[in-house]
């Protein structure tokens, strides 16, 4: 794959980890993924496609499952939907692959439903908090990390109880951003407060030109952001600089490195809502493996974005480990839903055959002038 432009070494250390996730000469366990290798969401998924590889890199360094080795296939997608849709058709038809792992996006993960029903391949913790990926249950979806509404809703009552009720909301025009606006409604009517405006933009092409005007002109002491990596840099960039001085709150889609990295000297005091414990809190014995894992590796840091990717790779092993030898689609399918009550490191998870939703975890951090998220 060639990548044009400045996005070539990100993207060749991306494949680099993706592809050499727990990579051996004849990996016998083949699991896909298609996600925005480029695109507005490279920042972010090349920190969870880190984390994923410290546990994978991790239990094939201690001979596979079961005697197999994991290799991840994995596909850039440019964070397009269309493509979502084309690279897991050659995941699944021709590269064969017993599951798909982390994708990426609300409507880049819709698209392929029908393809995982066809097939019978199970995806393992698409990175979207889609509540139509919980409600009703998808038969071969299971989400690791918590709805997006419920962390609007979350940030709203956060908002309500510091006096800020004067709150607007823009979003994303495609089903993520229908479906966070739909969380800030829950929010504002729990809370007996209405949206203070309502903006929406191109998912393809954002423009700001006139909605940052608008929103300057309702004055709000809070803007809720629901977008995607670059789309909402520039957004907030766009709101300060038509003289927005209210808090800005986003949401964990965004919780990485790399967006606070590119918001530069505007991340200071931007609110992101979190699905996973503190990157830093040893109180979780899942963070202090990732810290662990990641010093060994010469990793300084953790980010939120790798504790997902961390944490998502854990259920997949944990499913291939329940699948038993030789796993096929169907077994890691049964694998996944005989997980109960399964403690993996302070979070505890199940699955069934009626609930796919996985963890029921929600936060708030501000990202403080070192560049990290506190809480």
Known sequence: MTVP??????????????????????AQILIGQTVGVTGSAAAT???????????????????????????????????????????????????????????????????????LEQHGVPLVGPSTGAIA????????????????????????????????????????????????????QIGFKANS????????????????????????????????????????????KALRGAGVTGQIVTLSNNASGGFVKALGEQARGVVVTQVFPSERSLNYAVIKEAMDLARAKNIADLTPAMVEGFVTAKVLVEGLKRAGPKPDRAKLQAGLEGIKKWDLGGLELSYSPTDHSGLDFSDLSIIGSDGRFKR
């Open 193 to 236: 407060l209405e949206a203070a405006f309502v903006e929406k933009f191109d998912r393809a092409k954002p423009d700001y030109s006139a909605i940052a005007p608008r929103v300057a002109g309702k004055q709000p002491q809070a803007v809720i952001f629901i977008g995607t990596g670059a789309a909402v840099v520039d957004g907030i």
């Open 45 to 115: 998924v090349a920190e969870s496609t880190q984390g994923a590889a410290l546990y994978i890199d991790h239990v094939n360094a201690r001979g596979g499952v079961g005697g197999q080795k994991v290799e991840v296939v994995l596909l850039d997608d440019k964070f397009e939907p269309k493509l979502t849709l084309e690279n897991a058709k050659t995941l699944i038809e021709q590269k064969n692959v017993v599951g798909l792992f982390m994708t990426r996006g609300t409507p880049h993960t819709q698209g392929i439903i029908p393809l």
């Open 133 to 184: 990926l919980h409600q009703p249950v998808s038969k071969y979806i299971f989400n690791v990390r918590a709805p997006y509404q419920r962390e609007v809703e979350k940030a709203i009552t956060h908002l309500n109880t510091l006096g800020i009720k004067r709150i607007g909301v823009v979003h994303v025009d495609d089903t993520f951003g229908a479906d966070g606006l739909a969380g800030a």
């Open 5 to 26: 432009g400045p996005l070539a070494k990100r993207a060749a250390l991306l494949l680099a980890l993706a592809l050499g996730i727990a990579h051996a000469a004849h």
